[in-house]
């Protein structure tokens, strides 16, 4: 069972999260990044334009060398021109200092930037996060005059700045992007969905047209719509489906002009057969009487003439199963009875040994011919192909479902000979089938097996073959068996099969009907 993540639906909802996620993310954090810093700039600039201009203010009244309380003056009024934005102010000179608070260590200043403040004449600033808030430190030399004519007078103004305002902006623009991305995934999720829908409803109308085609309906087709590549994969399929229901068609015409050949054929033989088994079966009586080269061909005439005659019948009997003009003509039988029958018909009840039921014990409504040609088929394939003792056994058995009621007749035709080879036991019940490929002329047609098989269908039933496991195996082919075992099972007391009127073929005057192969 496919898990629902390994799907294309899965997979392109994920991908679409992702990306979303991905691109939401940046989004929001480039948005932050710029927000964060044009505020602090803002901020920052608007700080050190307030400070440079009051010192700038109070710069021409502070004495050179200013001295500690000129220091003290300048820090406090600095402090003074802000009180709303509770600035702490430092101005040094030198050894001297003053802050605007009392007992004020200033220990945001670092030595850099009082280092730097000596060496400049432009405001230094940097922001420290103290105890877990962040301020703004701006150092500025003070001159006298434009800062181009004269050098910095050694007094630098520090002034420290708490940023809770924009420390505030920054929070709540973070949390402005954390609740904006939750609505984007969502929308990414819904997104994904309609994505797939319009993306796998023609991959499942694909399926579907496939699985259709694959069941016999070669005229299934599928709507194109649009220019994308699905609507070319779904123009590409119609014409391969076109095209493949044109070869199925093509060669079913063929089949079908090859079937009726072979009926036609068969059919227009019959009359010059039954000519030739006419006039065969006067020489054979006068054989005797003939020279012996002459008794000779007249006897390989009539051995000739009988395969034929078999063959032909063999081909009319094929043709009718191709056409589905084989029909059943059901009778309750006596099935031992009818084995029993089949057996004496052909001379078999001495060479064949035989395990069946007593009379009236097994009954069932069956097509004797059918079935005379079944068994007959199998028996003679036996003695022909295998070893004697062959072995006809007849009993029946129940369906492993009690509840089925269903009773099913099992027949099985056993040889002693060196059984089927591995590779020849899938093909027994193939049409002129010959395990020995060099061997280009046969006793049989080829066509027996075939016809046997085709009965028992008839019957709702099964044939299959195989070897006994006990022996010392074949010497030749790999089949390890005690000789080969053809089994069929027919089913009892079900609803009778449709029958089907067979047409009555005259038979005609001298023809010789041959049933076994």
């Known amino acids: 069972?496919?898990?629902?993540?390994?799907?294309?639906?899965?997979?392109?909802?994920?991908?679409?999260?992702?990306?979303?996620?991905?691109?939401?993310?940046?989004?929001?954090?480039?948005?932050?990044?710029?927000?964060?810093?044009?505020?602090?700039?803002?901020?920052?600039?608007?700080?050190?334009?307030?400070?440079?201009?009051h010192v700038d203010g109070l710069a021409p009244g502070i004495a050179y060398p200013p001295t500690q309380s000129d220091?003290?003056?300048?820090?406090?009024?600095?402090?003074?021109?802000?009180?709303?934005?509770?600035?702490?102010?430092?101005a040094t000179y030198r050894?001297?200092?003053?802050?605007?608070?009392?007992?004020?260590?200033?220990?945001?200043?670092?030595?850099?930037?009082?280092?730097?403040?000596?060496?400049?004449?432009?405001?230094?600033?940097?922001?420290?996060?103290?105890?877990?808030?962040?301020?703004?430190?701006?150092?500025?030399?003070?001159?006298?005059?434009?800062?181009?004519?004269?050098?910095a007078s050694g007094v630098a103004v520090f002034l420290t700045v708490p940023q809770t305002g924009e420390q505030g902006y920054v929070d709540a623009l973070v949390t402005a992007i954390g609740r904006a991305v939750v609505p984007a995934l969502g929308l990414a999720v819904l997104l994904a969905l309609l994505a797939a829908r319009g993306v796998l409803r023609p991959v499942r109308e694909l399926r579907r047209?496939?699985?259709?085609?694959?069941?016999?309906?070669?005229d299934t087709r599928l709507a194109v719509n649009g220019s994308d590549e699905l609507a070319d994969l779904s123009h590409t399929f119609n014409e391969t489906a076109a095209a493949l229901e044109e070869s199925v068609a093509e060669l079913r015409r063929m089949?079908?002009?090859?079937?009726?050949?072979?009926?036609?054929?068969?059919?227009e033989l019959r009359t010059p057969l039954a000519a030739m088994s006419a006039v065969t079966d006067v020489l054979d009586e006068d054989a005797a009487r003939l020279d012996p080269d002459t008794a000779m061909a007249v006897r390989l005439i009539s051995g000739e003439t009988v395969k034929l005659a078999r063959l032909v019948n063999d081909l009319m009997e094929i043709s009718r199963f191709d056409a589905?003009?084989?029909?059943?003509?059901?009778?309750?039988?006596?099935?031992?009875?009818?084995?029993?029958?089949?057996?004496?018909?052909?001379?078999?009840?001495?060479?064949?040994?035989?395990?069946?039921?007593?009379p009236g014990e097994l009954r069932g409504r069956v097509d004797p011919r059918r079935l005379d040609v079944a068994v007959a088929n199998l028996v003679g394939n036996a003695l022909r192909h295998g070893a004697c003792p062959v072995q006809l056994r007849l009993y029946a058995r129940e369906m492993p479902d009690p509840t089925d009621g269903t009773v099913w007749a099992v027949i099985?035709?056993?040889?002693?000979?060196?059984?089927?080879?591995?590779?020849?036991?899938?093909?027994?019940?193939?049409?002129?089938?010959?395990?020995?490929?060099?061997?280009?002329?046969?006793?049989?047609?080829?066509?027996?097996?075939?016809i046997a098989a085709e009965n028992v269908r008839l019957h709702g039933g099964t044939v299959r073959a195989a070897n006994r496991p006990e022996g010392d195996g074949a010497e030749s082919?790999?089949?390890?068996?005690?000789?080969?075992?053809?089994?069929?099972?027919?089913?009892?007391?079900?609803?009778?099969?449709?029958?089907?009127?067979e047409p009555e073929e005259k038979e005609q005057p001298g023809e010789k009907e041959v049933r076994e192969t």
């Open 1 to 53: 069972m496919n898990r629902p993540l390994r799907g294309l639906r899965g997979r392109l909802l994920i991908a679409f999260v992702l990306v979303t996620a991905v691109a939401t993310l940046t989004t929001g954090a480039l948005t932050f990044r710029e927000a964060r810093v044009a505020v602090l700039q803002q901020s920052q600039d608007t700080i050190i334009k307030r400070l440079r201009a």
């Open 412 to 450: 099985e035709v056993t040889d002693s000979g060196p059984g089927i080879p591995a590779d020849v036991l899938p093909h027994v019940f193939d049409r002129f089938y010959k395990s020995d490929t060099a061997r280009t002329r046969s006793e049989g047609s080829g066509l027996g097996l075939s």
């Open 255 to 267: 089949e079908a002009r090859a079937r009726r050949f072979v009926a036609d054929v068969s059919h």
């Open 95 to 151: 050894g001297l200092r003053a802050t605007s608070r009392p007992q004020d260590t200033f220990a945001e200043l670092s030595a850099d930037m009082r280092s730097a403040v000596g060496s400049r004449r432009a405001a230094v600033f940097q922001r420290v996060r103290t105890d877990g808030r962040s301020s703004l430190v701006v150092g500025l030399p003070v001159t006298f005059g434009e800062p181009a004519e004269r050098p």
């Open 324 to 358: 589905g003009a084989a029909g059943l003509q059901l009778d309750d039988l006596d099935l031992a009875e009818s084995l029993r029958r089949t057996l004496a018909a052909r001379g078999w009840q001495d060479t064949v040994d035989t395990r069946l039921p007593g």
């Open 477 to 501: 082919g790999g089949a390890e068996s005690g000789g080969a075992v053809f089994t069929v099972e027919i089913p009892l007391g079900k609803e009778e099969p449709e029958e089907m009127e």
């Open 71 to 90: 220091l003290e003056r300048v820090a406090l009024e600095v402090a003074a021109a802000e009180p709303a934005q509770n600035w702490r102010v430092l």
């Open 209 to 218: 047209a496939t699985r259709s085609i694959a069941e016999g309906h070669l």
